[in-house]
């Protein structure tokens, strides 16, 4: 969990796949979910700004961005690129999602009172996700949507492999979170408390063309074993020795949730 949410550790990973990935991620998402002027979105786990930035540019003049995360670091970092566009439009606040109810009415804001809460690679750090998703409803206006993004499936399967080729043994928490989370927990959940889903996915092929970049990411990762560095590097090596390129592929997986029961 300490590693999930330094604001370095990440950049660093965000760095990684965005200089590689073959689909932009934001661009992907932004696609397939509406955000109009004039909206009032919540985002949680927004970390450094991945997402946060289009969100500010959709929502116009007229319109408003909360920012929440667990990190002081990412907030800082977010509040730094967005100084630029984003006026009295983005209001940030540092809570973990345990406690994001609480410290949004201490920062003064009101329940049903977004248009939207969007969410991508995070909700899965809660404690319980299902109280979490539940409290998140009830920040929504009437019409409010509810957006969930990320990991599912097969996803960084080539790079499990290899990890799991040097003897790292990863934890449940790192599986789940990466494979199970949102087709075991999020879509059932959603089905019972929402009319109306729409759910995309993709796959997004990842090729890092030296051993370099490939052991930067893992470096940042939260599966990270420096024990095991020398095995994995032997095994990335002989791998670039024979292919010349590092294919990883991050299956994605988008959850709108419209008309709440």
């Known amino acids: 969990m300490s590693r999930a949410t330094q604001a370095d550790l990440l950049e660093q990973r965000i760095a990684e796949n965005t200089a590689s990935q073959e689909i932009d991620l934001a661009t992907w998402i932004f696609e397939r979910i509406l955000v109009r002027p004039g909206d009032r979105v919540l985002e949680l786990c927004c970390g450094t700004g991945g997402q946060t930035l289009s969100l500010l540019d959709r ?26 566009v984003s006026g009295n439009r ?9 406690e994001f109810s609480s ?68 934890a449940e928490p790192v599986t789940f979170s990466s494979e199970r989370f949102l087709p075991q927990l999020v879509l059932p959940w959603a089905a ?41 590097q032997d095994l990335l090596h002989s791998h670039f020795a024979k292919h010349g390129v590092f294919i990883n592929e991050k299956w994605v997986m988008l959850v709108e949730m419209n008309r709440a029961r």
């Open 59 to 84: 929502v116009g003049e007229s319109g408003q961005v909360v920012a929440l995360d667990i990190s002081k670091a990412a907030l800082e970092t977010l509040t730094s690129k967005a100084a630029a």
């Open 90 to 98: 983005l209001t940030t606040v540092q809570a973990n999602l345990d």
């Open 103 to 170: 410290a949004l009415r201490g920062a003064g804001m009101q329940q049903g009172s977004f248009d939207l809460v969007f969410c991508a690679y995070g909700l899965y750090y809660a404690s319980d996700a299902r109280e979490t998703l539940q409290e998140i409803r009830s920040w929504l206006k009437p019409e409010g949507r509810i957006v969930v993004v990320g990991p599912f499936g097969p996803n960084n399967k080539p790079l499990f492999d290899l990890v799991r080729s040097s003897g790292v043994e990863l």
């Open 192 to 232: 019972q408390k929402f009319e109306k889903l729409c759910v995309f996915t993709m796959v997004n092929r990842v090729r890092w063309a030296t051993a370099e970049r490939v052991l930067n990411y893992w470096q940042n990762t939260t599966f990270y074993d420096a024990e095991k560095r020398p095995a994995f």
